[in-house]
Nanobody
Framework: VQLQASGGGLVQAGGSLRLSCAAS????????MGWFRQAPGKEREFVAA????????WYADSVKGRFTISRDITRNTVYLQMNSLKPEDTAVYYC????????????????WGQGTQVTVSS
């Protein structure tokens, strides 16, 4: 399984970015796909997740109402639309895949992408 994250960049507070995670290597119908982030000096934290089959979504309280996770089955790609960005959203964002279950715990994810930097200036 390979996960390729992209779409990060520098944006001003209040702006938007859309991250993409292209998945390849197998069928993902049973998977839950997640986004995590890690700021300097902090632990990796859960941002959002989506069940590949059915599209059920979960969000961290800190991003509810601002971020939207979605997937395009035809493109094997998961997206994270980030609106109303804040400086505290600055982090490296990682996409990850869990073979069966939803979890907000990073150690329960089986596969990881390489990360993409998001920087929000004030």
């Amino acid at each position: 399984v390979q996960l390729q994250a992209s779409g990060g960049g520098l944006v001003q507070a209040g702006g938007s970015l859309r991250l993409s995670c292209a998945a390849s290597g197998r069928t993902f119908s049973t998977y839950v796909m997640g986004w995590f982030r890690q700021a300097p000096g902090k632990e990796r934290e859960f941002v959002a997740a989506i069940r590949w089959s059915g599209g059920t979504t979960w969000y961290a309280d800190s991003v509810k109402g601002r971020f939207t996770i979605s997937r395009d089955i035809t493109r094997n790609t998961v997206y994270l639309q980030m609106n109303s960005l804040k400086p505290e959203d600055t982090a490296v964002y990682y996409c990850a895949a869990n073979r069966h279950l939803y979890s907000s715990r990073s150690y329960e994810y089986d596969y990881w992408g390489q990360g993409t930097q998001v920087t929000v200036s004030s």
